[in-house]
């Protein structure tokens, strides 16, 4: 018999496990640790949702949807795009729903590349961007998003990216991990230079909802000559406070979703119908919910800068998604080594910037997803950490 590792593919051998993971596993095993590392809403599935999800089961609604997800919930999606952004998509042909955000972002890998095709992705970033397209036999170009910048992606270091083998931009904005968002006018000058080029995006906006600046979230599909170059990709954990429902969808051009349904009914099926019914009540009935968690999160946010500042610990301020990324290079240790002695020594898990991408390297990523009451503790732990390092 063959060694069992002469069996396994090299490429998913290559790939490393989550850095993100790696914290909270340890905190589950330590007792009277404070995570603040996962990015996973604090509040309960709103009761609408809960209750259109029971509904559905009390109703004998589990059976398989179409491939696609079911017609109600699409249209209900192309509402919400409409509303939200202005822009219009064919429900049945231009919407499909998918197990979490995150699977819409494998299949459009999967739908969209060839062996040698050449992505570009902004980084630091959410964690499975360049997984995904390695397992897609895609080519990850990286370009660094500054802390000067503000963590926006700058058209001219696209430029200097972009190759004639690019298929794809990755947007990923509203950002995990930095939290920095990008206005209409930013996008408008990225979208100058992927139609110059050619090149198609995929814009991960998971987040979209969860913006504070007090303006209304922008989206590059709104920029003339995008939505036909552009896959969409959002879903309901992040907005809804329904991470465990495992639910999203993506929007695009016909042809792209063509395929990428046809990925999905192999590998998957269908999203799961109790989620499908519970989701057309989030989109109906739950704007109210929406800004109720967010100016909690709002809240949870200056907090955070406020204690930060008092510290003395460099932050600039984030207007999207849950996460704080502040600098830690003057305590002269690496990412890891302040997040491994913080866990150690206070029992507060944060993490490294490191998880998403080398350019992380020097921040540390917090997420505010947790109770004012969580966020008190945690702080004044970091603060006698901090000023324990201080010097």
């Known amino acids: 018999m063959r060694d069992i590792n002469e069996i396994l593919a090299k490429k998913t051998v290559a790939l490393q496990p989550s850095g993100i993971r790696k914290f909270f596993d340890i905190v589950r095993t330590m007792e009277g640790a404070i995570s603040l590392g996962v990015g996973e809403p604090d509040f309960d599935t709103p009761w609408p949702i809960r209750e259109e999800g029971i509904y559905s089961l009390e109703r004998g609604r589990t059976f398989y949807t179409s491939n696609a997800g079911l017609n109600e919930l699409r249209e209900e999606i192309a509402r919400y795009i409409q509303r939200r952004f202005g822009v219009s998509y064919e429900p049945l042909s231009e919407i499909t729903v998918t197990v979490g955000g995150s699977e819409g972002i494998d299949l459009a890998c999967r739908a969209m590349l060839d062996p040698g095709d050449e992505v570009i992705i902004p980084q630091p970033s959410y964690v499975s961007y ?20 503000r963590f926006k992606l700058m058209p001219e270091d696209l430029e200097k990216a972009t190759t004639p083998r690019t298929k794809f931009l990755v947007l990923p904005f509203p950002n995990n991990p930095t939290g920095s968002i990008m206005t209409g006018e930013e996008l408008a000058a990225i979208a100058e230079v992927a139609i110059r080029h050619d090149l198609y995006v995929v814009s991960d906006e998971i987040y979209t909802e969860l913006t504070y600046n007090g303006e209304a979230p922008a989206s590059i599909i709104q920029i003339p000559g995008m939505r036909e170059r552009t896959v969409l990709i959002n879903g309901f954990s992040k907005a809804y406070a329904m991470t465990g429902w495992r639910l999203g969808y993506a929007c695009g051009p016909e042809p792209i979703l063509r395929q990428m349904i046809k990925v999905h009914q192999y590998a998957i099926m269908c999203a799961p119908t109790t989620s499908q019914y519970a989701a057309v009540a989030a989109l109906r009935d739950c704007d109210a919910e929406i800004a109720r968690m967010r100016e909690a999160y709002n809240q949870r946010r200056r907090y955070l800068l406020k204690r930060l500042e008092e510290m003395n610990i460099p932050c600039f301020e984030p207007e999207g998604a849950f996460y704080i990324f502040p600098n830690i290079s003057k305590f002269g240790m690496s990412s890891e080594e302040f997040c491994t002695k913080l866990l150690t020594e206070e029992k507060v898990a944060v993490v490294p910037g490191t998880a998403f991408g080398q350019s992380g390297e020097g921040f540390v990523r917090i997420s505010y997803a947790y109770s004012l009451e969580q966020l008190r503790e945690a702080m004044g732990r970091i603060q006698r950490f901090v000023e324990r390092y201080a010097n």
């Open 130 to 149: 360049e997984p995904c397209v390695r397992l897609a036999d895609g080519v990850p170009v990286i370009v660094e998003l500054k802390e000067k910048d």
